[in-house]
């Protein structure tokens, strides 16, 4: 299990199978995320949204290509967190960056295999997001962000339930 006092403790794939940790992890993300995405929308610049939306259209063309699919997946959460405009939420992110890379990447390994969900529909929750935030509307942002992570929780239980019952 993860150390409570190591956040940069690395999450390997044998910590994947531990539904405590990845519960918990899950948790803290939804506590940040949507108070970042809500903060986002009251507070955001031009410039945050032209940086967004740079990052939406390189995770358009990372269709196919994992690796910087992972990376921009990373950036556009990062960048929520900046266009919060509270320093201490993109430092509370960076100091979780470890474990939410790991957990992402295999989230949408996970996601990208599974016949229900597909890399467009990673897009297209990422951009209810961005039009909330861009729309300044602090409500929707919540409900797209809570919807995103809920999502990513849904794909990481049934790979679990799937895991598990293989095991049996």
Same mark, same amino acid.
């Given at each position: 299990?993860?150390?409570?006092?190591?956040?940069?403790?690395?999450?390997?794939?044998?910590?994947?199978?531990? *539904?405590?940790? /990845?519960?918990?992890?899950?948790?803290?993300?939804?506590?940040?995320?949507?108070? @970042?995405?809500?903060?986002? #929308?009251?507070?955001?610049?031009?410039?945050?949204?032209?940086?967004?939306?740079?990052?939406?259209?390189?995770?358009?063309? #990372?269709?196919?290509?994992?690796?910087?699919?992972?990376?921009?997946? %990373?950036?556009?959460?990062?960048? /929520?967190?900046?266009?919060?405009?509270?320093?201490?939420? @993109?430092?509370?992110?960076?100091?979780?960056?470890?474990?939410?890379?790991?957990?992402? *990447?295999?989230?949408?390994?996970?996601?990208? %295999?599974?016949?229900?969900?597909?890399?467009?529909?990673? %897009?297209?929750?990422?951009?209810?997001?961005?039009?909330?935030?861009?729309?300044?509307?602090?409500?929707?942002?919540?409900?797209?962000?809570?919807?995103?992570?809920?999502?990513?929780? *849904?794909?990481?239980?049934?790979?679990?339930?799937?895991?598990?019952?293989?095991?049996?």
């Amino acid at each position: 299990s993860v150390p409570p006092n190591r956040l940069d403790f690395p999450l390997s794939t044998a910590m994947l199978s531990n *539904k405590l940790d /990845i519960a918990r992890l899950l948790e803290v993300r939804k506590i940040i995320e949507v108070g @970042a995405a809500a903060s986002a #929308a009251n507070n955001r610049t031009e410039q945050d949204i032209q940086v967004m939306v740079q990052i939406l259209e390189n995770m358009k063309q #990372a269709h196919g290509d994992g690796e910087l699919g992972e990376k921009v997946d %990373y950036q556009f959460h990062v960048a /929520i967190a900046t266009a919060s405009q509270n320093p201490l939420l @993109a430092t509370i992110l960076d100091q979780i960056s470890g474990l939410m890379i790991d957990t992402m *990447k295999e989230t949408r390994r996970i996601w990208l %295999y599974s016949k229900k969900t597909t890399s467009e529909q990673l %897009y297209e929750e990422h951009m209810k997001i961005f039009l909330a935030i861009q729309q300044q509307n602090e409500e929707l942002a919540k409900q797209a962000m809570t919807s995103h992570l809920s999502n990513v929780e *849904k794909v990481l239980l049934q790979y679990f339930e799937t895991t598990e019952s293989n095991l049996l």
